[in-house]
């Protein structure tokens, strides 16, 4: 039943329906003429919507580390880290430097990759020296025997309007000269 005002004009008197307000229509306000498609719409747009969260709680969008090695006469140079990320996420990342033989400077060059979009949070064990080399960060450790490992752990945050499919780079040097390097590819969602 409607509520009856009088003095307005276009009100309805008394529950008869034979008059609505000017733009309302009986078909399409009570009857729903028209309408039959949209409460299927409003599921399907909030069924989207609600998968994009269960898709991450599901893991599709990374946070799962993978491990790349690359091998030299003089070290082998392993890396622990994730190929996608989502933006905010922490994140650890793991580089071993097992030398077959004695490396009397190494250093661990991080490419520029490593830092655009990111914060580094921490590194452990700290280095003896960090210096800027070819756009990117040398991380200097003291001098390895053969058979001997350095593992490096270094924490990382994607800035959260980070979205980018980034190309990174470790290069093993010993002083200047470059012992290996290993590539690795990482997307970060938003």
Known sequence: MFVVRSGYPGTM????????????????SIDLEGR????????????CIAALPALALLGVFGQ?????????????LSLSAPDALRGGVIYQVTITVGARRPIDDPRLVLSSGWF??????????????????EGGVALAYGPLLARQKLQVRMQFQVNPTDVAHRDLRVVLLDGVHPVTTIRHTMRIWP
């Open 13 to 28: 008197t008394g529950d008869e329906g034979s008059h609505f307000p000017d733009g309302i229509s009986r078909s399409r």
């Open 64 to 76: 799962q580390p993978s491990t790349t090695t690359a091998s030299a006469p003089a070290a082998t």
């Open 36 to 47: 039959v498609h949209h409460p299927i719409v409003r599921r399907v747009l909030l069924a």
């Open 116 to 133: 655009d979009g990111t914060t580094m949070n921490t590194v452990t064990p700290d280095p003896i020296s960090e210096s800027q080399r």
